[in-house]
């Protein structure tokens, strides 16, 4: 299994990027997606999640309204578009897969496929 992210990069405050994970090696439609971030100094965090199924979402508090998660499950690629970036979005993300998981699974050790990580740099 490969997990493979893309789309980081530096932005201005109020800015937008738009990150994509590419899976490989799993039958993706079966996979819980998720997005999470670590900044420097800190615990990796949960961000958003779209289910395997029917594709429900979940967010954290800190990016409802400027995030949104989603994923094409013909091209096997989960996508997270940032909007209106703020300094504490910097972090390198990471998605994250797991199999017929629950969207509201927000502890990274429920996840069981990760990528290597994307970095993601919002100037003030």
């Known amino acids: 299994v490969q997990l493979v992210e893309s789309g980081g990069g530096l932005v201005q405050a109020g800015g937008s990027l738009r990150l994509s994970c590419a899976a490989s090696g799993l039958t993706f439609s079966r996979y819980t997606m998720a997005w999470f971030h670590q900044a420097p100094g800190k615990e990796r965090e949960f961000v958003a999640a779209?289910?395997?199924?029917?594709?429900?979402?979940f967010y954290a508090d800190s990016v409802k309204g400027r995030f949104t998660i989603s994923r094409d499950n013909a091209k096997n690629t989960a996508n997270l578009q940032m909007n209106s970036l703020k300094p504490e979005d910097t972090a390198v993300y990471y998605c994250?897969?797991?199999?017929?998981?629950?969207?509201?699974?927000?502890?990274?050790?429920?996840?069981?496929?990760w990528g290597q990580g994307t970095q993601v740099t919002v100037s003030s």
């Open positions: 994250a897969a797991d199999q017929y998981g629950s969207s509201r699974k927000t502890r990274g050790s429920q996840y069981d496929y």
């Open positions: 779209i289910n395997w199924g029917a594709g429900s979402t």
